[in-house]
Each structure stands twice: as C-alpha cells, then as structure tokens.
C-alpha cells in the first residue's frame, strides 16, 4: 500500500489522469467523482472613449451630462469551500469509510430515551445514534410497559458533529418490521425488510423494489451476516464473549460492526444504518418479531 502524506480531504486532480476530480477523504481516494469547474476566460479590458473638456461658463452653474453606470465584470466561478471537520470527525465519511466500528449502548436502569455513541478502532467517537419523536406520554408509556415495541420509531444516524445524514423509520408494527431509510432532506434510500418473523430472523435490503443485500442473523450468538447480491460476504457484527456476559449480567451492549469488503452506494448506506440499529430498532421481541 501507498502511503499519502497527510493532505486534508477535498476535491483534487484524478490520480489516473481522467479529465475530473476525485474525492480525497483525507486517507484514501474514494469512489466519487465530478466535473471539474469550468474555464471563464479573463474579460477584455474595458475601452473608454476620450471626453472634451467642459466648457466654463461665467457666472452659471457648470451642467454634467449624467455618466451610465459602468457595465459589471464578469468574475470565474469559484469553488465551494471545502468543509473542515474537526480531528476524528470527518462528517458522515468517517463511519461510512470506517472498516471497523463500535456501537456503545451504555447501560441504563430505565432506558427512556434510545440514544448511544459509535467509536472507530482508536475509541473515537465518530458519530451517534438517537431516537427521535418521543413525546411525554410515550416515555411514560416505555416506564410503564413494553407497549411502545408495537408503534413506530424513527432514529437518526448522526456524524460527529451531532448532524444526522441518515433517518430511519418503523411504521406500527404487525408482523414483520419494515424500516425505511432516507436523508433528512426526505430524499429516500431504501427499505430493511424481515423477511422472517420466527428462528433466527434475516432481513433484506431493498432499494427501488430491487434486494441488494441481505443480513442473515443469529440473535442467540449475535452473529449477523452481511452479504451483497451476488451471496458474497460484505459486513458482519458481532460480540467478544465479555460483551455477551456483560450484557446478560448488566444490560451493556458493546458490538463491533466489521467491513470486509468495499461496498458502492446505496449498500454502503443501508449496510451502515442497519448494522447501528441492529440491537435496538431491529431487535426482535421476546416473541420472535423485530
């Protein structure tokens, strides 16, 4: 591998030479492209014509023919400004880019309001999850009773900075869950599918009525694999055995998210918000349903 010197992430040059520019995430060259800006030439210098002099008048008010105002030159494009994240940020690249993450549900006596840190390998938090819309009377109803499992949800997926890049919602849940996923402009994603209601369970990722992957899950190990269309193996979570006892003893959930394979978009997205929603959204009930 070919180490960069530490260049901070923007738009350069093509490596390969192709007539655009690439996306540098501040460690590796990614996958997106565009055009560069185009060329404006330099305006011509503009021509002024020569004025006589004004005649003098004895004893009357000298008169100035109103001058038209000067034609407004036109400027090049600029580029938009890069955007500066701060050090172990790097806004929604950081966890999408990641090949390894760490969703910290932290234990909490009475878990009103869902909401937990995600680290990169060094412990960095590099972004979060929380639940969104939880009115009064809905947190009264989750102190009280598990009621609220059978009614929607929505989450957001936010960077480090506390910006969601990605939001989740569950409509009222009958028998299989159906979680849509979308940015917050409302631009949609793709949909996580149960595909089964008993057993193991296994859900599918599906964009634009086409499945472009599938997550086949073991709740009993929390073992969950994470496969493209082709059937190859992309993603897996899982659990160290002192993060299954920690969480049968005291409620603390730690799992690793674990990227195997470079994924495109929209895999990348709906691989990331299903594998940071996996115990909490996804997770099934006692009866077997997500």
């Not at 002024?48 to 400027?75: D, E, L, M, R, V």
């Not at 050090?87 to 929604?92: F, I």
Request: aromatic share 10%.
């Amino acid at each position: 591998m070919t180490d960069h010197p530490a260049v901070p992430q923007g738009w350069y040059q093509d490596p390969s030479g192709a007539a655009a520019l690439r996306w540098w995430d501040g460690a590796h060259w990614t996958e997106h492209t565009q055009a560069p800006p185009p060329q404006v030439p330099a305006p011509a210098p503009q021509q002024y014509a020569p004025q006589a002099p004004a005649q003098q008048q004895p004893y009357a008010q000298q008169q100035y023919a109103p001058q038209a105002p000067a034609p407004q030159q036109p400027y090049p494009p600029q580029a938009p400004v890069q955007q500066q994240f701060p050090p172990g940020g790097g806004g929604p690249e950081a966890l999408l880019s990641a090949d390894v993450l760490a969703v910290n549900q932290d234990f909490k006596w009475v878990d009103i309001s869902t909401s937990y840190s995600v680290l990169d390998r060094k412990g960095i938090e590099v972004g979060s999850v929380a639940e969104t819309g939880q009115n009064a009377a809905r947190k009264v109803m989750r102190f009280v009773s598990t009621m609220d499992r059978y009614l929607s949800r929505k989450f957001e997926i936010r960077d480090a900075a506390g910006v969601p890049f990605l939001e989740l919602s569950r409509g009222t849940k009958v028998l299989k869950a159906k979680v849509q996923v979308a940015r917050p402009d409302g631009t949609p994603v793709g949909e996580i599918l149960q595909d089964r209601v008993v057993t193991f369970g296994s859900f599918d990722l599906v964009v634009g009525g086409a499945t472009i992957g599938h997550i086949q899950a073991s709740w009993s190990a929390f073992n969950f694999t994470f496969t493209d269309h082709t059937g190859t193996e992309v993603a897996r979570i899982g659990r160290s055995l002192l993060d299954r006892v920690l969480d049968v003893a005291f409620g603390a959930d730690y799992y690793y998210y674990e990227v195997l394979r470079p994924m495109a978009e929209p895999l990348r997205s709906m691989s990331l918000a299903a594998a940071l929603t996996m115990d909490t959204l996804l997770k099934p009930d006692k009866d077997g349903d997500a």
